[in-house]
């Protein structure tokens, strides 16, 4: 790992960068990203800090949730269920204007829905909209959702970005030019630097919003998060890249650091759709190879919780599979003798964040003395969602997983960049969503971990920690992370 302090002082880093080393003014909040996306629009677009940015700070769901996970009012400030829960009929907040000048209503609903569920839509999370069966506008305020099938998260996921309603004046170019009816509106993006938002000033909690202007800094590279926070070019790094400096700043009066917990699950992904990764018994000798207490140390210097299989270990369902393949190499190496594939030369593709970076470099070395050729390529974002995510064109890479309740991603089958389908597993998860007693469901999750950690679909390595840093004065954000939004509607900076 780099020494920060061997070189330059964090302030000549800076200027070197050409940052300024002044604070933002106390109505200001200059924020620092890992990850720039490709797009800005939630309802379009996979990449997790779209709905950072963006999701119930411009663009706005019929629900929000939460810090604690509770589903609340939004765009709906009311809802009526009917008695077999397939029916829900919303009752929408009244005087809402889109930032365009545009008015909100039932109509803006249903195209919404429309778009989300049309058969040539690219909605990220399309799956979450199949239970739909019909959406009507009674009236300018009332909308009425009947579902095919009872959902137990259907609640939750209305309080998506995926789910963010959009107008049809506006829709085609939200992707560059992003337009909601949040309580900031989209000013300026210069790709590559820095997006901005500004105060909307006709919001209908106008009043709650204390912040007049929020600008995200995209910064990837560690080194460059950790010159910006100490040059106090930044007022708040939430999701800070680089683990072993949080002592450094811990111990610096100026700023307070929070370790928080994320829905997100880093997983060693194989593609199941191509040898050898078809073969569940070469999955089960890659976990076996694997070693995630060395991989936790090495990449997040201990800052992170081991997981055995896909679902959070703050959840109330998680079971402790960690110890389903222990780190054996001698073992692994004879069971990829025995599957045929010793020596055989795998491709690991990892996007350009430093857990994932960090990590390839650490299972690279297990595979390798474990008898197998991995090769990292580290990519760019954009390249990991074109050929990966979009073609599935790889072996292996190394991806979070933020978004919660997100376990259905292994029964969206195979055109899905796992390339797993699983007729047994797509029948639990079909019990799963469906399970409306909050224990039953819970049971039926235990089920699912266990199931695929079995199967081995992937190595499960760790959930990803949310690891902040904030200058002093920056107050009301987050400590965790339950979705993948961070409103800013209460977040104040004292400068």
């Known amino acids: 790992m780099a020494d920060f302090s061997r070189i330059f002082t964090a302030s000549t880093i800076a200027l070197a960068l050409g940052l300024s080393p002044l604070t933002a003014a106390a109505d200001q909040l200059v924020i620092g990203l890992q990850q720039e996306p490709t797009s800005l629009d939630p309802t379009a677009d996979a990449t997790a800090s779209i709905d950072g940015m963006m999701t119930m700070n411009v663009f706005e769901a019929l629900t929000t949730v939460a810090e604690n996970g509770e589903v609340q009012p939004n765009l709906a400030t009311s809802w009526d269920v009917s008695e077999d829960g397939l029916t829900y009929a919303f009752k929408l907040a009244e005087g809402v204007m889109f930032h365009d000048g545009t008015s909100f209503d039932a109509e803006d609903v249903v ?33 009425e959702i009947k579902l095919s099938r009872k959902d137990a998260f259907f609640l939750f ?16 170019t939200n992707n ?12 300026n993006w210069t790709r590559g630097d820095r997006l901005t938002l500004v105060k909307n000033p006709d919001h209908r909690d106008a009043g709650d919003v204390a912040l007049d202007k929020v600008e995200f800094r995209f910064i990837s590279d560690p080194s460059a998060a950790t010159a910006a926070m100490m040059a106090e070019e930044l007022d708040a790094f939430p999701g800070f890249p680089a683990p072993e400096l949080l002592a450094q ?52 210097y201990g800052q992170a919780v081991p997981i055995g299989s896909f679902y959070p270990p703050h959840g109330t369902a998680y079971v402790d ?96 960049f796992y390339g797993y389908d699983d007729a047994k597993f797509n029948e639990l998860w079909g019990q799963i969503e469906t399970e409306a007693d909050p224990a039953a469901r819970d049971a039926l999750l235990k089920e699912g971990q266990q199931y695929l950690s079995d199967q081995s679909v992937h190595v499960f390595l760790f959930q990803l920690p ?30």
Request: charged letters at 20%.
């Open 111 to 143: 195209f919404s829905f429309d778009r989300a569920m049309a058969e040539e839509s690219v909605n990220p999370s399309k799956d979450i909209f199949k239970p739909i069966e019909s959406v009507t506008a009674i009236d300018p305020q009332t909308v």
């Open 249 to 300: 700043f811990e111990a610096d009066p100026r700023f307070r650091v929070n370790i928080g917990s994320t829905e997100g699950e880093v997983i060693l992904a194989m593609n199941n759709a191509k040898p050898p990764f078809d073969n569940v018994d070469v999955r089960r000798a890659v976990a076996t190879a694997v070693n995630r207490e060395e991989i936790i140390e090495g990449a997040m």
């Open 157 to 172: 996921n209305m309080g998506q970005g995926d789910s963010a309603i959009v107008a049809a004046e506006s829709a085609d």
């Open 176 to 187: 560059t030019d992003p337009v909601g009816t949040g309580p900031f509106k989209f000013e």
């Open 321 to 416: 599979l960690t110890g389903a393949y222990p780190s054996d190499t001698e073992k692994a190496q004879q069971m990829f003798t025995d599957a045929g594939i010793e020596g055989t030369t795998m491709t690991l593709r990892v996007p350009p964040f430093p857990y994932a970076t960090r990590s390839a470099e650490i299972i690279q070395s297990q595979l390798s003395t474990a008898g197998i050729d991995a090769r990292v390529e580290n990519v760019e974002w954009g390249f990991w969602i074109d050929e990966v995510y979009k073609k599935k064109n790889y072996d292996m890479t190394i991806i979070a997983h933020t978004s919660p309740n997100d376990m259905g991603n292994f029964a969206r089958g195979p055109d899905y």
């Open 466 to 495: 949310l690891l902040g840093i904030f200058t002093t004065g920056v107050e009301g954000y987050w400590s965790s992370a339950p979705v993948l939004y961070m409103p800013l509607k209460g977040v104040s900076n004292a400068g």
